[in-house]
């Protein structure tokens, strides 16, 4: 097998036009050359947010789930509390405020877990998760598009939710199965 330069794009774009926008993502269409050498087209969702979500820790490792129909699935979901954030506003931030609309919940700790591509075969969608700790309680503020229960569950069942397929967001499984790497190797106090 031949080494590929994984600096070389061997993708080339002949011609791209918007097919749609929105307020949240823009659908873009290249005409290409394939890495093979033949025509064709790729479809690119680009997204106008940064994603960001956050495993909220209280001292006996219980966290917080946010329940939500899902109108793309047209079903149920429980997540960890995760939304968007302009591009200009620091992710911290953004990750803040979106705890407080959805949970309720300030922290006066928090630790970086991790930057992931949501989707990468069709949307350049960056998502960044956040750990919360040393947590105070007051009154959620969500959006008008979100109708959301809120639940606190121990941290190792959340874990069990995504073993069992009960948790299908891939944000929040790869938030939830680094922390809890995190919590065995004892990088979390």
């Known amino acids: 097998m031949n080494k590929i330069d994984e600096d070389k794009n061997p993708w080339t774009n002949l011609a791209a036009k918007e ?3 929105n307020p949240w993502i823009r659908v873009v269409e290249n005409q290409v050359i394939k890495p093979m050498g033949g025509e064709g087209i790729y479809g690119v ?6 994603a960001v979500g956050i495993i909220a820790l209280d001292e006996n490792l219980n966290t917080w789930l946010v329940g939500q129909y899902r109108y793309t699935l047209n079903r149920y979901s429980w997540e960890m509390p995760e939304g968007g954030g302009a591009l200009d506003t620091p992710p911290i931030e953004s990750a803040k405020r979106e705890l407080l609309e959805e949970t309720g919940i300030t922290a006066r700790r928090w630790t970086k877990l991790m930057d992931i591509h949501t989707s990468n075969s069709v949307t350049d969608e960056i998502a960044i998760a956040y750990i919360a700790q040393d947590l105070s309680f007051g009154e959620a503020e969500p959006e008008d598009t979100e109708e959301l229960q809120l639940k606190k569950v121990p941290f190792e069942e959340v874990v069990d939710m995504v073993m069992l397929g009960e948790i299908t967001d891939a944000f929040t499984i790869c938030a939830i199965l680094k922390t809890k ?3 065995d190797n004892g990088m979390i106090s």
């Open 45 to 50: 969702v680009h997204f106008k947010n940064l």
């Open 181 to 183: 790497l995190w919590i």
């Open 19 to 21: 097919v749609y926008t």
